[in-house]
Structures are given as structure tokens and as C-alpha cells.
T-cell receptor
Framework: AQSVAQPEDQVNVAEGNPLTVKCTYSVSGNPYLFWYVQYPNRGLQFLLKYITGDNLVKGSYGFEAEFNKSQTSFHLKKPSALVSDSALYFCAVRVKGGYNFNKFYFGSGTKLNVKP | EAQVTQNPRYLITVTGKKLTVTCSQNMNHEYMSWYRQDPGLGLRQIYYSMNVEVTDKGDVPEGYKVSRKEKRNFPLILESPSPNQTSLYFC????????????FGPGTRLLVL
């Protein structure tokens, strides 16, 4: 079965400090990986994706994520957090090929709190 | 403005009373999908559609139906709603060659009594 795990329900960080939101996955096959952000009372917004190539992916709003195949992880990072980054973050995966090729699997979400 | 719209945004209903949540996109996207969001479970895919008249089950399709008669519309139908379908529902769409970059609607909050 395909699954995505976000081990932290909540991450607290001070403004200006680096942030990391963790994600690990388990799929039968090669993954497409991505991150979405959800602000209060809004739908999800796409942040970034890994398809192939360079393991470090850069996305919107200064976010980046690193694909680590041996650790099956895709952690979201930002060098300097802003208060406006406070939101709910979702990691998701899609499998390349096979029966589940068109399906998406999301993690449970991590709430990021950036304090001034 | 490019957008995905859902109606209604909020709905309170009773067990067994059929309801439909509409979803419409104006971006000519082929791929459309429905998700439900529950605390601690994240988003789970209910159904998706690759194009007109092409639909398939996601991870949690039980109790739901969909149809795709037109490219822009993808309604979600609950024939006989039950309290365990109380949730926040999102519709999303994308181009078939870029399914990762899904555009999400604003959500529909459903309460089934």
C-alpha cells in the first residue's frame, strides 16, 4: 500500500530561523513527490514537486525540498522563516506507473507556527 | 480569473437525504479530483477523472458517486449520506500532463446529522 507520513503534527520556529517539515513515504515504485500549503479557510496551494533529476527542488516563496531515495524522505525546508509562512503543510506522492499511477496520496499534514 | 469553484460552501443535512456538491473549473483542465480532509488523516482521494466520461476510484470511494459529462464540471454525489461522511471536501483540477500542480477549490464543509 502507498503511504505518506508526516511525523510531526506541529512545528514551532522563530522568525528568521531555518525551518524543516519532515515527510517520508512508502510506495511500490518510483515516486513523484510534492508539497502543498493550506492557509486558514482556503484550499491547498501547490508549492513544489520532485519528478526526476536534481534531488534539491526549489519552489514558491523561498521553499525547497530534498529528495533522499535511500531514506525515502522529502523534507521541506526554508533558510529563514517568516511569520506569514504559518500554515498547514501537506506532503503528497504519486506513483510512476502501475495501477495507482493516477492516484494521489497525502500525508496527515503539519502545522507550522512561526513566532515573531 | 483561473479558478475552481465549489457549491455549496457549507451544508448541513440529515442521514439519507441525497445531495450533490458541484465543482467547476475554467482552465480547460482534463484531470479533476475529489478529496476529503479529516483531522489527523490529511487528504484522501475519493474519485478522479482523466477526462469527459472517464472516472475512477480513489482511496475512499465508498458512499460516493461522480460524473463527468462536461470537461469543466465534476459533481460529487452522496446518494444516502451518513454521519461518517461529515468532512471537508475539496475539488481539484490540473492538466493531464502536470497532475502534480493541482488547483484546489475553496472547500465544502459538510455536516451529516
Amino acid at each position: 500500500a502507498q503511504s505518506v507520513a508526516q511525523p510531526e503534527d506541529q512545528v514551532n520556529v522563530a522568525e528568521g530561523n531555518p525551518l524543516t517539515v519532515k515527510c517520508t513515504y512508502s510506495v511500490s515504485g518510483n515516486p513523484y513527490l510534492f508539497w502543498y500549503v493550506q492557509y486558514p479557510n482556503r484550499g491547498l496551494q501547490f508549492l513544489l514537486k520532485y519528478i526526476t533529476g536534481d534531488n534539491l527542488v526549489k519552489g514558491s516563496y523561498g521553499f525547497e525540498a530534498e529528495f533522499n531515495k535511500s531514506q525515502t524522505s522529502f523534507h521541506l525546508k526554508k533558510p529563514s522563516a517568516l511569520v506569514s509562512d504559518s500554515a498547514l503543510y501537506f506532503c503528497a506522492v504519486r506513483v510512476k506507473g502501475g495501477y495507482n499511477f493516477n492516484k494521489f496520496y497525502f500525508g496527515s499534514g503539519t502545522k507550522l507556527n512561526v513566532k515573531p | 480569473e483561473a479558478q475552481v469553484t465549489q457549491n455549496p460552501r457549507y451544508l448541513i443535512t440529515v442521514t439519507g437525504k441525497k445531495l450533490t456538491v458541484t465543482c467547476s473549473q475554467n482552465m480547460n483542465h482534463e484531470y479533476m479530483s475529489w478529496y476529503r480532509q479529516d483531522p489527523g488523516l490529511g487528504l484522501r482521494q475519493i474519485y478522479y477523472s482523466m477526462n469527459v466520461e472517464v472516472t475512477d476510484k480513489g482511496d475512499v470511494p465508498e458512499g460516493y458517486k461522480v460524473s463527468r459529462k462536461e470537461k469543466r464540471n465534476f459533481p460529487l454525489i452522496l446518494e444516502s449520506p451518513s454521519p461518517n461522511q461529515t468532512s471537508l471536501y475539496f475539488c481539484a483540477s490540473s492538466f493531464i500532463g502536470d497532475r502534480e500542480t493541482q488547483y484546489f477549490g475553496p472547500g465544502t464543509r459538510l455536516l451529516v446529522l
